[in-house]
T-cell receptor
Framework: DVKVTQSSRYLVKRTGEKVFLECVQD?????MFWYRQDPGLGLRLIYF???????EKGDIPEGYSVSREKKERFSLILESASTNQTSMYLCASRPLSGSGTDTQYFGPGTRLTVL | QQPVQSPQAVILREGEDAVINCSSSKALYSVHWYRQKHGEAPVFLMI?????EQKGHEKISASFNEKKQQSSLYLTASQLSYSGTYFCGTELRWPSHGSSNTGKLIFGQGTTLQVKP
């Protein structure tokens, strides 16, 4: 079974703190993604990475940065946390076998609260 | 461009049927359907490809109308376990390795389904 793990299920931080969210996948997938999920807005892409050290902005990258130093690990960084970044953060990974039928596998999510 | 799902929410009794639609303004290569239960990760249900056939999974099936750029998810004889939020993820082009801007899915806002006894 594909396993995508996230470092924390729940996290509470203070405004202005630097926050690190870690995601690890154990299936050698090329692509990794960070989403935030808010009620009524669905899953919105923050950043994604298609290879080690390669990253692309998603739809809502402002206030976030990412790091992918190893293939299995993709980190989301909130440089200076703000209350409007309180949300559920989901990590996903996806293989690219060339079949065109691969899909994304999600981690359990991190519920971040910024006070 | 985020696809639009309809309805936003639906309440059913056990045994009733439901249809969830996902519409895009752009030509699509594929549509991926997921279900998310409260507090859990989204779980993959099925993928519909351009030019592919209608897919089925137990009493859950889906279709893809390429001309309308719309996919529909059909839940037949619903069970309590079908409750959750359903998302469609759309893909504009065939995903190729080592290239930026591919492999991404753009998700709809979700449809909340509640099945009551």
């Amino acid at each position: 079974d594909v396993k995508v793990t996230q470092s924390s299920r729940y996290l509470v931080k203070r405004t202005g703190e630097k926050v690190f969210l870690e995601c690890v996948q154990d299936m050698d997938h090329e692509n990794m993604f960070w989403y935030r999920q808010d009620p009524g807005l669905g899953l919105r892409l923050i950043y994604f990475s298609y290879d080690v050290k390669m990253k692309e902005k998603g739809d809502i990258p402002e206030g976030y940065s990412v790091s992918r130093e190893k293939k299995e690990r993709f980190s989301l960084i909130l440089e200076s946390a703000s209350t409007n970044q309180t949300s559920m953060y989901l990590c996903a990974s996806r293989p690219l076998s060339g079949s065109g039928t691969d899909t994304q596998y999600f981690g359990p999510g991190t519920r971040l609260t910024v006070l | 461009q985020q696809p639009v799902q309809s309805p936003q929410a639906v309440i059913l009794r056990e045994g009733e049927d439901a249809v969830i639609n996902c519409s895009s303004s752009k030509a699509l290569y594929s549509v991926h359907w997921y279900r998310q239960k409260h507090g859990e990760a989204p779980v993959f249900l099925m993928i519909l490809l351009k030019g592919g056939e209608q897919k089925g999974h137990e009493k859950i099936s889906a279709s893809f109308n390429e001309k309308k750029q719309q996919s529909s998810l059909y839940l037949t004889a619903s069970q309590l376990s079908y409750s959750g939020t359903y998302f469609c993820g759309t893909e504009l082009r065939w995903p190729s390795h080592g290239s930026s801007n591919t492999g991404k899915l753009i998700f709809g806002q979700g449809t909340t389904l509640q099945v009551k006894p």
